[in-house]
């Protein structure tokens, strides 16, 4: 089992209402857990958003709380409702009506990684699917919503910046289009889970950087945007999908020759995002 359900990093000085989270970049692929699939080491990883932890991870700096996951995508899905159970996958599950992300083997216990291959060579037991969600599962979303709660009581609002990378090849429709290929998208869920004021000023910031940058297209925001972003409450939720191609060899998982260079101009982005709230650039009222 992965060590740890999540690593959260509190700045020195919490002056930020912005908490920026890495579901997706956990890589703590255990002996036991490699052994149980059919992947190899390199080819588990492919779902995974590598180094993505590594880029926001100077948010604290700049007064905003950084929350990572411990364990894997492969291993746990934090970004799928609790309930998004597959029946394909885990024994004595029924299947009740029609969920894609169930349908296409990317339920809360996924079944497949990138490009539709199976992880396991079985079934799993509903037990050892509920032993993912108590141990991983819950105590990400129970400090997630802790860290929070924390920063709404500190300044009566809150922004999450839910940080995932996205293939270079989900833009090729854009491209193909004869549009500029985004860099960046972030998903508002059409305006549901933040107001249109924070998205404005999220999206500013990655363009001040030199990032392309469009919204809810192809990814408006899963379950994390859903079940976090209530404006009417002064909880916004955005997610940041960024294009994996500008800094990491996508075939090896490899940080490639401009990592450096992205991560430096991610960090102009953060430092600007987290001031959101801090008094210098108030939310408007809902």
Not at 79 to 95: F, H
Not at 266 to 271: A, H, K, N
Request: glycine fraction near 8%.
């Amino acid at each position: 089992m992965p060590a740890a359900a999540f690593d959260a990093i509190l700045p020195a000085r919490q002056n930020s209402c912005v908490v920026f989270a890495s579901p997706h970049s956990g890589r703590d692929y255990t002996w036991s857990f490699l052994r149980r699939s059919v992947l190899n080491e390199h080819a588990i990883r492919s779902s995974e958003d590598a180094f993505v932890d590594q880029l926001f991870d100077c948010a604290p700096q700049f007064g905003a709380t950084f929350l990572k996951a411990g364990a894997p995508r492969a291993f746990v899905d934090l970004n799928r409702a609790r309930d998004e159970l597959d029946p394909a996958l885990i024994e004595g599950v029924r299947r009740i009506g029609h969920n894609p992300r169930i349908a296409s083997g990317l339920g809360v216990i996924p079944r497949v990684v990138a490009n539709g291959r199976a992880i396991y060579r079985g079934k799993m037991s509903l037990h050892e699917a509920e032993e993912r969600i108590r141990d991983y599962w819950e105590p990400y979303h129970a400090k997630l919503q802790a860290l929070l709660d924390t920063a709404h009581a500190r300044h009566g609002q809150t922004v999450l910046i839910d940080c995932h990378s996205m293939p270079h090849e989900a833009m090729d429709g854009v491209a193909r289009a004869g549009m500029k290929r985004p860099d960046v998208v972030l998903g508002d869920r059409f305006g549901a889970a933040a107001s249109g004021d924070v998205v404005d000023r999220i999206e500013a910031a990655f363009a001040s950087a030199g990032f392309i940058v469009t919204r809810n297209a192809p990814f408006a925001g899963a379950y994390i945007t859903q079940a976090y972003g209530k404006p009417a409450k002064g909880q916004h939720a955005v997610q940041v999908e960024i294009d994996r191609s500008l800094y990491m060899n996508e075939k090896l998982i490899r940080p490639n020759g401009d990592f450096e260079a992205v991560r430096t101009a991610l960090q102009s982005v953060i430092e600007e995002v987290a001031q959101i709230g801090q008094g210098r650039i108030p939310l408007a009222a809902e």
